[in-house]
């Protein structure tokens, strides 16, 4: 499968975290490792891309497949609150729609 994605309206630092975040992908394959990956959006000040995926506006895919919302803390008291997304378990349950139709 190609996913093409295009991503416009962005600043050069924000452009350059997502490249950065696709190089990580890379190096870990590379290294034969398994990390969360991924980058901070802030969607009230700032970080407004528009973004296309394969030509259309991206669609979410999965809602139910379990909690995915969580806080973590770092080296600070503050908490941060993450969203996982783990391929994975998407793939487990295409795996399952495809054998249940």
């Given at each position: 499968m190609k996913l093409n994605i295009e991503i416009d309206n962005l600043s050069?630092?924000?452009?350059?975290?997502?490249?950065d975040m696709l190089a990580v992908w890379l190096l870990l394959i590379e290294k034969e490792k398994g990390r969360w990956v991924s980058m901070y959006i802030n969607g009230?000040?700032?970080?407004?891309?528009?973004?296309?995926?394969?030509?259309?506006?991206?669609?979410?895919?999965?809602?139910?497949?379990?909690?995915?919302?969580?806080?973590?803390?770092?080296?600070?008291?503050d908490e941060d609150e993450v969203y996982f997304l783990d391929y994975e378990r998407i793939e487990k349950l295409l795996d399952k729609e495809d054998n249940d139709s």
């Amino acid at each position: 499968m190609k996913l093409n994605i295009e991503i416009d309206n962005l600043s050069k630092g924000q452009a350059k975290a997502i490249e950065d975040m696709l190089a990580v992908w890379l190096l870990l394959i590379e290294k034969e490792k398994g990390r969360w990956v991924s980058m901070y959006i802030n969607g009230t000040n700032g970080f407004y891309p528009e973004i296309s995926v394969n030509g259309k506006a991206p669609e979410r895919y999965l809602e139910n497949i379990g909690p995915r919302w969580n806080t973590i803390n770092k080296d600070t008291d503050d908490e941060d609150e993450v969203y996982f997304l783990d391929y994975e378990r998407i793939e487990k349950l295409l795996d399952k729609e495809d054998n249940d139709s």
